[in-house]
């Protein structure tokens, strides 16, 4: 099956830094997710990307579709306490339609004071 | 708020209890999924409904027995489950979008712990 290979696993970050974490593929998606998962809760879809080389923003979050289609990277300028939580890059499973989703492991994202 | 919800929040059974998780989305969505999230490992997807048709079973044990009366409500349900089986439960939604793939959301999750 597609594995989706997510770097770093965590992050041990000050306030106010800017951060950086990408996602990488064997194969070739026509569609990259990011998601952000806070404890207790669902992950929360932030970014879609539908187009290689695509670049889209949310608020201080960026988010790139690789060239390759193989690979997309999430930024976060300036991170505050909120940022917090595990950061994951999801797929569409290769039956492509409603066969959901693969996800990577995810990256922790730790904040500190 | 997703629009997607899942009750109860919290489940605590027995191997020998049988017991029903919820799902329900009013978005108009076509498709709704069951995935599976244990620690350190990535989600599994468990099961996927597209317009009340089962499309797919990820080799998910028969102790676990999903249903989707309507294209809004979504049900998994246990029975003799394993301590293995303790995980946080999640339920998705989307409408599947030509060219784009599937937007899925989720609901906030059912913790669940076999005892």
């Known amino acids: 099956g597609q594995q989706l290979n997510q770097s770093p696993q965590s992050m041990f970050i000050q306030e106010g830094e800017d951060v950086s974490m990408n996602c990488t593929s064997s194969?070739?998606?026509?569609?990259w997710l990011w998601y952000k998962q806070d404890p207790g809760e669902g992950p929360v879809l932030l970014i879609a990307l539908y187009k290689a080389g695509e670049l889209t923003s949310n608020g201080r979050l960026t988010a790139q579709f690789g060239i390759t289609r193989k690979d997309s990277f999430l930024n976060i300028s300036a991170s505050i306490p909120s940022d917090v939580g595990i950061y994951f890059c999801?797929?569409?499973?290769?039956?492509?339609?409603?066969?959901?989703?693969?996800f990577g492991k995810g990256t922790h994202l730790i904040i500190q004071p | 708020e997703t629009g997607v919800t899942q009750t109860p929040r919290h489940l605590v059974m027995g191997m020998t209890n049988k017991k029903s998780l919820k799902c329900e989305q009013h978005l108009g969505h076509n498709a709704m999924y069951w995935y599976k999230q244990s620690a350190k490992k990535p989600l599994e997807l468990m099961f996927v409904y597209n317009f009340k048709e089962q499309t797919e079973n990820n080799s998910v044990p028969s102790r676990f027995s999903p249903e989707c009366p309507n294209s809004s409500h979504l049900f998994l349900h246990l029975h003799t489950l394993q301590p293995e089986d303790s995980a946080l439960y999640l339920c998705a939604s989307s409408q599947d979008r030509v060219n784009r793939g599937p937007l899925i959301l989720f609901g906030s999750g059912t913790r669940l712990t076999v005892v």
């Open positions: 194969s070739i998606f026509n569609t």
């Open positions: 999801a797929g569409p499973n290769s039956g492509g339609g409603a066969d959901g989703l693969t």
